[in-house]
Each structure stands twice: as structure tokens, then as C-alpha cells.
T-cell receptor
């Protein structure tokens, strides 16, 4: 079966750095997405990786290793507004998105 | 304002009733999707449409139907609601089909009693 694993919950301090990991086992791979979802709101697109390596976008970076079936989202200079759930999703061989259950990130002052 | 709208925002429904969730996008995206999101689970695809006039089944299609008469609208119908269909429903769209980034509507919170 297809599976996306990410931690259920993480806690970090304002101003710090946090890394959210995602491992996947899917039938084929056509890219990996990270989305942010604030409580009660819709998911919003953060990043997309299809080749190995690091993609940097402001305070957020996303890394992919296809051989290891692994990705992480790195958030720097954490702000209170970064408190949200972070969803990892992989596009499989049928070009359907397979979603992880999300990681709830709690930021403490 | 460009984007995706969904209606209603929330609804409480008696079991056995018929319900249609509405989704409209004004971005001229070809592909549209319906997901349900339940606590502790990832988003699950119910139905999708790669272009107007075509639809396909996702991971959890039973009890749901869709239509895509035009580019902008993609309604989801529950023919006879059951309590297990209590969930948050998100509509999404993408420009170039499944190979493109998906953008989400604000969601509909549905409770079936």
C-alpha cells in the first residue's frame, strides 16, 4: 500500500528553527508537496520538490531524497503565525496526490 | 477576487437526506477535486475531474457523486447522507490537470446526525 509518515505534533520556540520530516512509500513518484494549514482553514501551497536537493523560499526550505523516500520542511526564525499543521503529499504514478495526516506545529513564546 | 468558493460553510444534516455541496472557481483551471479531511487522517480524494465533461473516482467515492457541466463548477452530491460522512470537505483545482499544483477552497464542515 501507499503510505506517508510524518510526526503527529511538534513544539518549538519562537525565533528558533524546526525540521518536520516526511517519509513515503508510494507506487511511483512524480513530486512531493508541502502545504500549510491553519486551524479551521484550507491548506495553502508552500513548496514542491521533484529533484533531489534543497529548495529555499524565504524562511522555509524543503529537502528531498528520492532514494531514501524522505523529505523535510525546515522553518527558520519561527514566528507565532507559523503555528499550523504542515501536510506532506506525494504525487504517485497515476498523478494522484497521496497525503500524510499532517504535523501540528505548536510555537511557544 | 480570483479563487475557489464553496457553499455552504457548514451544515447539519439528518441521516438519509440528500445534500449538494457547491464549488466554483474563477481561475479557468481545467482540473477540480473533492477531498474529505478527518481528524488523524490525511486528505482523501473522493472524486476528480480533469476537464469539463469528465469525472473520475478517487480513493473514497462510495456514497458520493459529482458532475462537471462546465469549467467553473464542480458540485458534490450525497444522495442519502450517513453519519460516517461527517467530515470537512475541501474542493481544489489545478491549472494543467494532475501534474500541477492544487489550490483549495475554504471548505465545508458537514455534520450528519
Amino acid at each position: 500500500g501507499q503510505n506517508i509518515d510524518q510526526p503527529t505534533e511538534m513544539t518549538a520556540t519562537e525565533g528558533a528553527i524546526v525540521q518536520i520530516n516526511c517519509t513515503y512509500q508510494t507506487s511511483g513518484f512524480n513530486g512531493l508537496f508541502w502545504y500549510q494549514q491553519h486551524a479551521g482553514e484550507a491548506p495553502t501551497f508552500l513548496s514542491y520538490n521533484v529533484l533531489d536537493g534543497l529548495e529555499e523560499k524565504g524562511r522555509f526550505s524543503s529537502f528531498l531524497s528520492r532514494s531514501k523516500g524522505y523529505s523535510y520542511l525546515l522553518l527558520k526564525e519561527l514566528q507565532m503565525k507559523d503555528s499550523a499543521s504542515y501536510l506532506c503529499a506525494v504525487r504517485d504514478s497515476n498523478y494522484q496526490l497521496i497525503w500524510g495526516a499532517g504535523t501540528k506545529l505548536i510555537i511557544k513564546p | 477576487i480570483a479563487g475557489i468558493t464553496q457553499a455552504p460553510t457548514s451544515q447539519i444534516l439528518a441521516a438519509g437526506r440528500r445534500m449538494t455541496l457547491r464549488c466554483t472557481q474563477d481561475m479557468r483551471h481545467n482540473a477540480m477535486y473533492w477531498y474529505r479531511q478527518d481528524l488523524g487522517l490525511g486528505l482523501r480524494l473522493i472524486h476528480y475531474s480533469n476537464t469539463a465533461g469528465t469525472t473520475g473516482k478517487g480513493e473514497v467515492p462510495d456514497g458520493y457523486s459529482v458532475s462537471r457541466a462546465n469549467t467553473d463548477d464542480f458540485p458534490l452530491t450525497l444522495a442519502s447522507a450517513v453519519p460516517s460522512q461527517t467530515s470537512v470537505y475541501f474542493c481544489a483545482s489545478s491549472a494543467a490537470g494532475a501534474a500541477d499544483t492544487q489550490y483549495f477552497g475554504p471548505g465545508t464542515r458537514l455534520t450528519v446526525l
